[in-house]
């Protein structure tokens, strides 16, 4: 084994010294990871370099990792081929770039594959470690409104808390208020949340069903929008705190939403499981991908 394999130790290369002989490992303590972290540098310096490093130790020691990537570059994570071969990178490589080298696609991808398996190489690393990253974690991109990656559903189902949350009412009460801000925000409605009708009455429709355990999806939000389950809010009555047309106008926008079809693919794939994207169903942690360059 070599020297960085060591749990909780990130190796992030070797330390650059006077001695040409003497390269100290570089392990970083993941314990130094804790909260929050922040990469900073100039354009080219190695910042995306750096994290993709970062997130390949955790990834290995079994860490998973749920990234937000507005440039789209992180999903080169995906790009480990345990046996560096031409064929895994040509259908990778870029071929404006093999041309301007004056090479073929085949060419140019066996020169990248040579390129990448001495690169490692050097660094004491080999094949099998790539293959230890491929096994560690399953990897997977998510493309929240396109099907260019997995389709990922974030407006088609609003699950309940689980029951240990929901005892939580502090947690519960947050919750709620990011969630109906959220759909909202989505109407064009800029609610605050203590002053706004629409805020209110969509904060007691949440909070009824989801005390009770039960999930929510947009149909059933604008079904109890035109019926709620309760008749009262503060000494008001329904009706005179949000009559019964005010409320079918919210219920109609909601449900342009609903209907659109530039709204269908953010109501495609998996719903958005915080859980789920972090480990499978049999415990193997995941490195999950949110890329959204094209938003």
């Not at 519960?172 to 002053?195: F, H, Y």
């Not at 009706?239 to 106008?249: I, M, V």
Request: charged fraction near 25%.
């Amino acid at each position: 084994m070599q020297d960085f394999e060591k749990l909780g130790a990130f190796y992030l290369g070797r330390l650059k010294t006077d001695n040409a002989e003497e390269k100290p490992l570089l392990l970083y303590d993941a314990k130094d990871l804790t909260t929050h972290a922040m990469c900073v540098g100039m354009t080219g310096s190695g910042k995306t370099g750096l994290c993709v490093g970062l997130l390949e130790e955790a990834a290995i020691d079994g860490i998973p990792a749920l990234i937000i990537d507005p440039k789209g570059d992180i999903g080169n994570l995906l790009l480990t081929f345990p046996q560096l071969r031409a064929q895994d990178f040509e259908p990778w490589v870029d071929e404006g770039e093999a041309t301007r080298k004056g090479m073929s696609v085949p060419d140019f991808a066996a020169s990248t594959a040579d390129t990448w398996k001495k690169g490692i190489a050097g660094w004491g690393q080999g094949p099998e470690r790539i293959k230890r990253l491929r096994a560690a974690a399953d990897f997977a991109i998510y493309t929240p409104g396109s099907t260019a990656g997995l389709p990922i559903s974030l407006l088609r189902s609003f699950s309940a808390p689980p029951e240990g949350q929901r005892k939580d009412l502090d947690g519960m009460r947050e919750r709620i208020m990011s969630t109906v801000s959220g759909l909202l925000a989505l109407l064009g409605v800029d609610a605050d949340p203590i002053q706004s009708r629409e805020h209110i009455l969509l904060s007691n429709i949440f909070n009824h069903a989801w005390s009770e355990g039960r999930d929510m999806e947009i149909a059933d939000v604008i079904r109890a929008i035109l019926a709620p389950p309760f008749t009262q809010l503060g000494v008001f009555d329904l009706e005179t705190f949000y009559p019964e047309k005010d409320r079918r106008a919210l219920a109609m926008q909601l449900n342009n939403v609903l209907a659109s079809p530039s709204f269908a693919s953010w109501m495609e794939g998996e719903p958005l499981d915080i859980g789920k994207l972090l480990y499978q169903a049999d415990g193997k942690p995941r490195v999950s991908i949110l890329s959204i360059a094209h938003l």
